[in-house]
């Protein structure tokens, strides 16, 4: 082996610096641990890294989060690094930090922060639905409340202690969003509404699990954020932590190609330019399933492969605009986020993007980054200009097919796609919007799966559905003794996610504590 590919030794070695692996990462290396993280981007944080276009800055697939309050995950890791005061966030308004629209049938509700806001709004806009409304978000509040009574990974002791502290968890486990729409007889307006943010987790009503939303609208019920100088100077600070670190690197550009094992554990990861990375423990921030593979599958035992054949959540389709020459702010926009629905069946919206590949009349969550931090020093646009960020999910094989088959049919039909999106909201929303764009970006699920190394295009990780949420999910350990996961498919999708889920994998390989409280988890 040449000098030039010398082999670097590690304690850890961290594959994949998205949030997962930049939080366990950061943390370790400010532990004094020496960490290597290997991204095969040019840029930091997944879904949330940054990327330049002309004179503005996009956050790829990133525009809002939660568990950024005192005491919360994401405030937990910062002060554990020293960075609170560098790094803060503005609160999205409490009052209506997301709004469901549907012009068709001329319906627009704000959503508040606080559960019981939400139904009482809900109860007096429509009185007709007002026992079920309240039933509901009784049966939200109790398992949000049960869910993180759970231990992060079971026992049988700790199923026993389940069925004693959270009842309706196992009550509920199987259950669907829809499931319970149907049970309480809610009405189409009152479901569409509660079916409002369902795009964080790319699944509708009928197939999302009814545990995963709760989680989703209590965290965001708690507050919803967004970083006062952007998402980039939030994933700078954790990069910086890692790269500043004696011992420590950061290597971006760095594709790995195989994993080598002896005796059952791993030696070493091997890079496509031939480089290769030692360490006493590897920690996977990549898809479990290719990692997995990566290796062999004879590795592992039954049991753990049935954990990673999960299916992968939706694919995305975005829009990223620069505008000029008008505030958006005189359209409805600010300080919160707007959900585009074309009907009130978001079932139906769904099976046509998803099942049919149909984006003629899509579902568009809207969003405007620099609204949500109008006072920040460091500007991702110039001065007069605005940025607003148009998404939507979809399926991986048609954009995927397409571009095999035909690279001019597949930037057709981008285009298509991109202009059909930009039309509903100068029809809806911002009349004269085309005269205004100084840049459009497009991204397709081909776009996700070239830049953020996602298999099929997916930005949730596996699909949220109740087979995929269980006590049998993936964790953090392997059958492998010095492998560990973390990312969106071993904790859960949402920078709080994978925030929380490298917190926790960092406690579990130091016993250092960073969420006062928690209990640190027990083997199983």
Same mark, same amino acid.
Request: glycine share 8%.
């Given at each position: 082996?040449?000098?030039?590919? /010398?082999?670097?030794?590690?304690?850890?070695? *961290?594959?994949?610096?998205?949030?997962?692996?930049?939080?366990?990462?950061?943390?370790? @290396?400010?532990?004094?641990?020496?960490? @290597?993280?290997?991204?095969?981007?040019?840029? &930091?944080?997944?879904?949330?890294?940054?990327?330049?276009?002309?004179?503005?800055?996009?956050?790829?697939?990133?525009?809002?989060?939660?568990?950024?309050?005192?005491?919360?995950?994401?405030?937990?890791?910062?002060? /554990?690094?020293?960075?609170?005061?560098?790094?803060?966030?503005?609160?999205?308004?409490?009052?209506?930090?997301?709004?469901?629209?549907?012009?068709?049938?001329?319906?627009? +509700?704000?959503?508040?922060? =606080?559960?019981? %806001?939400?139904?009482?709004?809900?109860?007096?806009?429509?009185?007709?639905?007002?026992? #079920?409304?309240? /039933?509901?978000?009784?049966?939200?509040?109790?398992?949000?409340?049960?869910?993180?009574?759970?231990?992060?990974?079971?026992?049988?002791?700790?199923?026993?202690? $389940?069925?004693?502290?959270?009842?309706?968890?196992?009550?509920?486990?199987?259950?669907?969003?829809?499931?319970?729409?149907?049970?309480?007889?809610?009405? @189409?307006?009152?479901?569409?509404?509660?079916?409002?943010?369902?795009?964080?987790?790319?699944? &509708?009503?009928?197939?999302?699990?009814?545990?995963?939303?709760?989680?989703?609208?209590?965290?965001?019920?708690?507050?919803?954020?967004?970083?006062?100088?952007?998402?980039?100077?939030? *994933?700078? @600070?954790? $990069?910086?932590?890692?790269?500043?670190?004696?011992?420590?690197?950061?290597?971006?550009?760095?594709?790995?190609?195989?994993?080598?094992?002896?005796?059952?554990?791993?030696?070493?990861?091997?890079? $496509?330019?031939?480089?290769? +990375?030692? =360490?006493?423990?590897?920690?996977?921030?990549?898809? &479990?399933?290719? +990692?997995?593979?990566?290796?062999?599958?004879?590795?592992?035992?039954?049991?753990?492969?049935? %954990?990673?054949?999960?299916?992968?959540?939706?694919?995305?389709?975005? *829009?990223?605009?620069?505008?000029?020459?008008?505030?958006?702010?005189?359209?409805?926009?600010?300080?919160?986020?707007?959900?585009?629905?074309?009907?009130?069946?978001?079932?139906?919206?769904?099976?046509?993007?998803?099942?049919?590949?149909?984006?003629?009349?899509?579902? *568009?969550?809207?969003?405007?980054?620099?609204?949500?931090?109008?006072?920040?020093?460091?500007?991702?646009?110039?001065?007069?200009?605005?940025?607003?960020?148009?998404?939507?999910?979809?399926?991986?094989?048609?954009?995927?097919?397409?571009?095999?088959?035909?690279?001019?049919?597949?930037?057709?039909?981008?285009?298509?796609?991109?202009?059909?999106?930009?039309?509903?909201?100068?029809?809806?929303?911002?009349?004269?919007?085309?005269?205004?764009?100084?840049?459009?970006?497009?991204?397709?699920?081909?776009?996700? %799966?070239?830049?953020?190394?996602?298999?099929?295009?997916?930005?949730? =990780?596996? $699909?949220?559905?109740?087979?995929?949420?269980?006590?049998?999910?993936? %964790?953090?350990?392997?059958?492998?003794?010095?492998?560990?996961?973390?990312?969106?498919?071993?904790?859960?999708?949402?920078?709080?996610?994978?925030?929380? #889920?490298?917190?926790?994998?960092?406690?579990?390989?130091?016993?250092?504590?960073?969420?006062?409280?928690?209990?640190?988890?027990?083997?199983?």
């Amino acid at each position: 082996m040449s000098a030039a590919h /010398k082999p670097e030794q590690y304690d850890y070695v *961290i594959v994949g610096a998205g949030m997962g692996g930049l939080t366990v990462g950061s943390l370790l @290396a400010h532990a004094g641990a020496r960490v @290597a993280v290997l991204e095969a981007h040019e840029y &930091p944080g997944g879904c949330c890294h940054t990327f330049p276009m002309g004179d503005y800055e996009f956050c790829a697939a990133v525009h809002y989060i939660f568990s950024c309050g005192e005491g919360e995950p994401v405030y937990n890791l910062l002060r /554990k690094l020293g960075l609170l005061d560098r790094i803060t966030f503005e609160r999205l308004d409490p009052e209506g930090f997301d709004q469901f629209s549907c012009p068709s049938a001329e319906l627009r +509700f704000r959503i508040p922060n =606080g559960l019981d %806001k939400w139904a009482g709004r809900l109860c007096d806009r429509f009185p007709a639905d007002a026992r #079920g409304i309240r /039933k509901f978000f009784t049966t939200v509040h109790d398992l949000s409340v049960q869910l993180r009574r759970l231990p992060d990974r079971f026992s049988l002791a700790g199923v026993a202690r $389940a069925a004693v502290d959270a009842p309706q968890v196992l009550r509920y486990r199987g259950y669907s969003l829809q499931r319970l729409f149907d049970k309480l007889r809610l009405s @189409a307006p009152v479901q569409a509404i509660l079916s409002t943010q369902l795009g964080d987790v790319g699944l &509708p009503p009928r197939q999302v699990s009814l545990l995963i939303y709760c989680a989703l609208v209590s965290s965001y019920s708690d507050g919803a954020y967004y970083p006062t100088e952007h998402f980039s100077s939030f *994933i700078a @600070a954790l $990069a910086n932590v890692i790269d500043r670190a004696p011992g420590c690197r950061l290597v971006y550009e760095t594709e790995v190609a195989g994993v080598r094992i002896d005796r059952g554990c791993i030696r070493s990861v091997v890079t $496509a330019d031939g480089r290769e +990375f030692h =360490g006493d423990r590897f920690i996977c921030n990549a898809d &479990p399933k290719w +990692f997995v593979s990566a290796i062999g599958r004879d590795q592992f035992p039954p049991a753990f492969l049935r %954990k990673i054949d999960y299916d992968y959540s939706a694919a995305s389709f975005s *829009i990223y605009l620069g505008v000029r020459g008008l505030d958006l702010r005189d359209y409805g926009f600010g300080n919160w986020n707007v959900w585009h629905y074309p009907s009130l069946d978001v079932n139906a919206a769904y099976a046509a993007q998803h099942d049919r590949g149909d984006l003629s009349d899509p579902w *568009i969550f809207m969003s405007t980054p620099t609204l949500c931090s109008p006072n920040a020093r460091t500007r991702h646009a110039p001065e007069d200009a605005q940025i607003l960020e148009l998404i939507t999910t979809c399926a991986f094989e048609p954009f995927d097919e397409r571009l095999g088959r035909n690279r001019r049919e597949y930037i057709r039909n981008k285009v298509e796609v991109r202009n059909r999106m930009i039309d509903i909201v100068q029809e809806q929303y911002v009349p004269g919007l085309r005269d205004h764009v100084a840049i459009r970006v497009a991204g397709t699920p081909t776009t996700n %799966k070239r830049y953020l190394w996602t298999p099929r295009g997916n930005i949730y =990780g596996s $699909a949220l559905t109740p087979a995929n949420v269980s006590a049998t999910r993936l %964790k953090s350990h392997s059958p492998i003794d010095n492998l560990f996961f973390t990312g969106a498919s071993a904790a859960f999708p949402s920078i709080g996610g994978t925030v929380s #889920g490298g917190e926790r994998l960092y406690t579990e390989l130091t016993g250092d504590t960073v969420n006062p409280g928690r209990n640190l988890p027990q083997p199983a």
